[in-house]
Nanobody, 121 residues
Framework: QVQLVESGGGLVQAGGSLRLSCVAS????????MGWYRQAPGKQRELVAI???????NYADSVKGRFTDSRDNAKNTAYLQMNSLMLEDTGVYYC???????????????WGQGTQVTVSS
């Protein structure tokens, strides 16, 4: 199996910063794309940022210029640096990874349990 564990969430004032981490462990051959999603109360889960194994990134318009997605392939870890946080960034942030578990297997989608980010005024 594969486990994704997020950390780094918390309570921060508007304008502040947080850095989220997502560590993947278990039976992993290659991790393809990794993504960060968030879900605010009463809203659907939405894409925040994605990063390919080669380091190419894509961001939701609402976080462009404020958030930076990165990864350390050797550590099977993704990071989300969040700056200039706004009230609307509040939500549970989930890590997602497309994992190939062996040389002969296809990609399987995995999710972490989520970490709460609360931005206060």
């Amino acid at each position: 199996q594969v486990q994704l564990v997020e950390s780094g969430g918390g309570l921060v004032q508007a304008g502040g910063s947080l850095r989220l981490s997502c560590v993947a462990s278990g039976s992993i051959y290659i991790i393809n794309q990794m993504g960060w999603y968030r879900q605010a109360p009463g809203k659907q889960r939405e894409l925040v940022a994605i990063i390919t194994s080669g380091g190419s990134t894509n961001y939701a318009d609402s976080v462009k210029g404020r958030f930076t997605d990165s990864r350390d392939n050797a550590k099977n870890t993704a990071y989300l640096q969040m700056n200039s946080l706004m009230l609307e960034d509040t939500g549970v942030y989930y890590c997602n990874a497309d994992v190939q578990r062996s040389r002969w297997s296809g990609l399987t989608d995995y999710w972490g349990q989520g970490t709460q980010v609360t931005v206060s005024s």
